[in-house]
């Protein structure tokens, strides 16, 4: 099928020429239009004749369709930008308070062989001290560390009563050297200890210049000190700390009375604590009726939102809290 041609200059000319004619005929055979009307039919005929000549324009047929210019909008309706500066910072997400920290210590770990076995079995978090002269105390601390524990040396130190601590003691006669070397041997035995706690000790601790004088073997391995007040004279806390010796307090005994409903209420005393504290540090000892009555407590902590912890990360929680509060300190 044949297409029609572009028109020619003169075909568009001689049609622009008969409207005009037209119009003016048009014009001729009406009578006169008022003088607003004839100005109107001037415009209205330019209009007509800009329309006519724009529809008589040649266009190609092959000729592609063109998009539409884009509009120019006056500076006055421009939208203004607004970059991400701009924009509100998105609020930080609120820390969550730390849940109450109990850190447990168990004790004595290796003579009552049954019970310390138990003791092992406890949570990973449990933290186990271990009697240094027992003849398979290496042997207790490997599988104790085995097993994830934190590992203390239970240091024999000497009582105020007759009681036995042990061979190897620290004993307040002794000369500083020999309770030195005393305190190098036993942690010999416990080899990969965090720290040490007193076994007995309360003639020992309460002697401030006894206790000055071992601290140095404690800062040189950067090792930290458990006193386990086991007298409320105790001077040790206070001096090993002045050697640089990261230092904590226990807070509850658990089983200083064996009875179990004695048991029950010093672990409420340790609950009470630790929500009171933010942190609580609690020792018990391998007997038949505290290991009965770990099990349940354990599971009574978790479900109650009391975070079961190893003695470091219950010696960092009482540092931070000392540092928002310069009355409370882990070293005094």
Request: with cysteine; glycine share 6%.
């Amino acid at each position: 099928m044949n297409r029609a041609g572009p028109d020619s200059r003169a075909q568009r000319l001689a049609r622009l020429q008969q409207v005009r004619l037209l119009l003016r005929e048009d014009s001729t055979q009406t009578p006169a239009a008022p003088r607003w009307l004839a100005s109107a039919g001037a415009v209205l005929a330019g209009c007509a004749a800009l329309m006519l000549s724009g529809a008589l324009t040649p266009q190609r047929a092959t000729a592609s369709v063109q998009a539409p210019a884009a509009i120019t909008w006056p500076a006055s309706f421009a939208r203004p930008a607004r970059p991400d500066a701009a924009r509100p910072a998105p609020r930080p997400a609120r820390a969550l308070p730390a849940p109450p920290m109990i850190a447990l210590v168990i004790d004595d770990i290796g003579p009552a062989r049954h019970w310390s076995e138990r003791a092992l079995a406890l949570p990973a978090a449990v933290t186990l001290a271990i009697l240094p002269f027992e003849d398979d105390a290496p042997a207790w601390t490997r599988q104790a560390k085995a097993g994830g524990h934190a590992v203390l040396l239970h240091m024999p130190m000497e009582p105020k009563g007759l009681e036995n601590p042990g061979p190897g003691a620290l004993l307040e006669a002794l000369d500083p050297a020999r309770n030195q070397a005393r305190l190098a041997a036993a942690l010999a035995r416990v080899p990969g200890a965090i720290g040490i706690n007193n076994h007995m000790g309360s003639r020992f601790t309460a002697c401030a210049p006894c206790v000055r004088e071992v601290a140095p073997v404690l800062a040189s391995r950067n090792l930290v000190f458990l006193d386990s007040l086991t007298s409320p004279a105790s001077a040790a806390g206070r001096e090993i700390a002045k050697a640089g010796v990261p230092v904590i307090r226990r807070d509850v005994f658990l089983d200083d009375d064996n009875d179990p409903a004695a048991i029950r209420r010093q672990m409420r005393r340790a609950e009470t604590r630790a929500r009171s504290q933010g942190v609580a540090v609690v020792i018990a000892h391998p007997r038949p009726h505290t290991m009965q009555a770990l099990a349940p407590w354990l599971r009574h902590l978790r479900e109650s939102g009391i975070a079961l912890v190893p003695l470091p990360a219950a010696m960092a929680r009482r540092e931070a809290l000392r540092r928002k509060n310069p009355v409370r300190s882990a070293r005094l």
